[in-house]
């Protein structure tokens, strides 16, 4: 008779061990590379959202949600590639991820959509991506280059330059962008003096400087990464006096760029999606209050990323792949309750009555037709040796 209890009571456990098991979920961000900087902040805020939903009890009656890291490097496929395969062989539902666009194109392609896996990104960009044949599987709560190389052209025009130097890193990101902003500014009437490419991961910067010196223009656009080549380029800018007005695209801005140079840059500004709306400033606080500091590029698109993973789950009322595929679109969007930051548990709670939801988070997510943020823009400029916000564009 014991031995009856005892069984029983064994395969009671495993059942309520089995219902309750971790959701797992993948993060693939560079946490080496050329944004190594600003990764660390991102994945903490994808995390403390997924923390959130585990903490408030209510997602799938009581499930939590365990996570995995893994390393895009930004620049490598074929290494972004081979970690992403291990989230998805190790079986994550999702990934909040990746970063940047090469990597970004090359896991979807390669590894998510043939198996089935949602990724959303935070922060790539390429307007490339908005094509991308995904099966309706990837999305990103960044908006495209396409407007954010129009709104830099734009706060260009405003601050009144006349000509300029175009740099780009030599990937995705750096051509779809540069092309967009090369146009834009032509359009504005500004001359574009050259538009060159420059490699990621070099000791000297010398030649490109000199390049880009000879051509001349009131400012260089610098459209690159601040831990890589877009650093290089200012650093021989600045040594050789070439240039001390530099345009920055959304991946040159960060606090390591200012740390490195301080109040040389103080002439110079960019733009990076973002927003000074309600959600920005409930994100601030929650962020704040869990030690992390979203003052950073992409935090709160980390953080939205992450929650609408775990939103269009308990919509559809299943952690699995499929059912996170189908309902992302429906949380995202209106019609619904608005939901900011913090709000997941109240979230969770109307979705498991069969209430509407309209996600709004840390930046006022609002999808496409093709999963795409259309996004706000934050223009930035440089005053005593760091980063400010001027205003929401």
Known sequence: MRKIVLAAFLFVSTISTNLLADIKMGIILGFTGPIESLTPAMAASAELAFKEASDSGSLLGGKSISVERADSTCVDSAAATSAAEGLVSGGVVAIMGADCSGVTGAIATNVAVPNGVVMISPSATSPGLTDLKDNGYFFRTAPSDARGGQILADITKDRKIKSVAITYTNNDYGKGLADVYAAAVKNHGIKVTTVAAHEDGKADYAAEVATLASAG???????????QGGKGIIQGSLDSGAFDTFILSDGMIGDSLTDAFGKSLNKSFGSLPGSTGKGAGVFTKVAK????????PYTGESYDAAALITLAMQAGGKADRSTIQQNVM??????????YPGELKKALDLLAKGKAINYEGATGVEFTDVGEAFGSFLEKEIKGGKFKTKKQR
């Open 217 to 227: 223009g009131d400012a260089v656009a610098v459209i690159g990464y601040l831990d």
């Open 289 to 296: 209050a869990a030690g992390i500091d979203s003052s950073g």
């Open 330 to 339: 429906s949380v995202a969007n209106a019609p619904g309750k608005k939901i």
